[in-house]
């Protein structure tokens, strides 16, 4: 109740006319941020920094949790209309979103994003706002032991994302690993197949690749199609509203539940991230699911669970950085220096210190998240006529957008080198059927999966002794069982097929 009390008197602060046009140029700044390729959410935050000088410490705040929502959710735009992610959260809503709207759907598919985005991010909020410091005990009991474990339950969902043709899904997965192992090794810091160059000690970042890999080579593709004078027109079907039904809304509340909890769960363990969180919940939706073999072909059910999750995952992360200062993730951390910029201190004693700022933020949160819903649906329409420009006038920008948010990134010619590398392996995946999913997955989980085994083996000395840790083990033998019945699935299914030739 006095939480309750306390958020009540936090919307009224905050129901002034400055700090509601401040939350909605943040949330319009994040959502152009998030739909640009290569402009992330975590990039908008850190120009928006500076101007919250000047300001109050909740107004600041409020600002910066504004732009961080918009962000976010940005990303579903380009990633449904272009087949390009925005942010880093999106992957995952490519793989039907861009289906869709090929089928003429895109309204559609706008409308289910927005609306579960939206839905995604009150859900964790709420879970933020009476549950905190209870999740943030439990955050406390993950080492990287755990983690290690929720990475290679991970890495196990490639078995499912390959089903129908294990040997290409593990193919392509493995390329993903390989290209994780470029660089320096963590914690050690050994080179590892920097072949002698500089750029390469860094490794790959993971925006330029995921850029290459969707963007550019649809980019080919696309422009391969022009060539050949196969060039498909995209229809627009027309809908009321944000397109879906009150039925089909209630037939994705399981859908939308069990990913909201997945993304609000990954968001609180520091360091993993919304494209994971997505990543998840689309393959348990697909694995869940009674007709799975339509995910990958427009099925609005992988839409649903990946921006469910996603945005799940900003409320997740603000439970590490407000109750035990961690960031949770890139954004996270640079709202972490927006406290320390305005005389916070992030930590237990920020609920005793300055509880009004905190329920300010809470506050803020789900009002920017209405402001968020508002605005997309506002302008859903005019997205939608993208689809709309001339290919040949369409393509060239895009590039041009894909190559100043690959150098934006790290501020670096390389990156910009590397979109181009990761768009012809993404071009040789489509013309030899090999699927870009676990390749993505791969090359998301490798490095992190690398790097908490170390740890924990630098923590406890040997990798039997992760055993004992009954959370691991949870996840570990739940990964196994995975993996052996996709397997076997996979070798019923080629019986069947032996039998009826």
Not at 203 to 222: H, K, V
Not at 263 to 282: E, F, K, Q, R, V
């Amino acid at each position: 109740m006095q939480a309750l009390a306390s958020l009540g008197q936090a919307f009224v602060s905050i129901m002034t006319p400055g700090s509601i046009l401040l939350m909605i140029a943040g949330v319009t700044i994040g959502i152009i941020f998030g739909s640009i390729p290569g402009l992330s959410a975590s990039m908008a935050v850190a120009l928006m920094l500076p101007l919250t000088f000047s300001m109050s410490a909740s107004m600041g705040m409020n600002t910066l949790v504004a732009v961080y929502i918009g962000g976010i959710s940005g990303g579903l735009i380009s990633a449904i209309l272009l087949n390009m992610p925005g942010t880093a959260s999106s992957i995952a809503t490519t793989f039907d979103g861009h289906p869709m709207a090929k089928n003429g759907e895109a309204m559609k598919a706008l409308g289910l994003g927005i609306v579960f985005s939206a839905m995604g991010s009150i859900f964790s909020f709420i879970i933020l706002t009476f549950c905190a410091p209870l999740l943030a005990d439990i955050c406390l009991k993950f080492t990287p032991v755990e983690n290690f474990g929720i990475c290679f339950f991970a890495l196990t969902m490639v078995a499912i994302l390959s089903s129908g043709n294990m040997i290409r899904g593990l193919l392509a997965g493995m390329l993903g690993l390989m290209f994780t192992l470029i660089g320096m090794a963590p914690i050690d810091g050994t080179p590892r197949f920097t072949m002698g160059m500089s750029n390469l000690m860094a490794g790959f970042d993971t925006l330029p690749t995921l850029i290459g890999i969707f963007a550019i080579s649809d980019i080919l593709c696309t422009a391969e199609s022009m060539g050949s004078g196969k060039m498909e027109t995209i229809p627009i079907k027309k809908v009321k509203g944000f397109g879906f039904s009150v039925q089909e809304f209630i037939y994705h509340l399981p859908n939308f539940f069990r990913s909201a909890l997945i993304g609000t769960g990954i968001g609180i363990l520091p360091g993993i991230g919304g494209s994971t969180s997505g990543m998840l919940a689309y393959v348990t939706a697909k694995n869940m699911s009674k007709h799975p073999e339509e995910f990958g072909k427009g099925c609005p059910d992988g839409i649903v669970a990946t921006e469910s999750a996603n945005n799940a995952t900003i409320g997740g992360a603000m439970i590490p950085l407000l109750v035990l200062g961690i960031p949770g993730d890139g954004v996270t951390a640079m709202m972490l220096g927006g406290f320390l910029i305005h005389g916070l201190s992030a930590g237990p004693l920020l609920f005793v210190k300055n509880a009004d700022v905190v329920y300010g933020i809470f506050a803020a949160c789900m009002l920017c998240t209405l402001i968020m819903l508002v605005v997309e649906w506002t302008c859903i329409k005019g997205f939608v006529q993208v689809l709309k420009v001339p290919k040949h006038i369409l393509l060239p920008l895009i590039l041009v957008l894909c190559c100043v948010g690959a150098f934006a990134t790290n501020n670096r010619i390389f990156d910009v080198q590397s979109i181009l590398v990761f768009g012809i392996i993404g071009y040789l995946y489509h013309k030899f059927s090999l699927p870009t999913t676990p390749f993505v997955l791969c090359f998301l989980i490798g490095e992190m999966l690398e790097t908490y085994l170390r740890r924990g083996i630098m923590q406890y000395k040997s990798f039997g002794a992760f055993f004992a840790r009954p959370i691991f083990d949870v996840f570990f033998f739940v990964a196994i069982g995975v993996l052996v019945w996709s397997l076997f699935k996979e070798y019923k299914a080629y019986l069947k097929k032996k039998q009826a030739m």
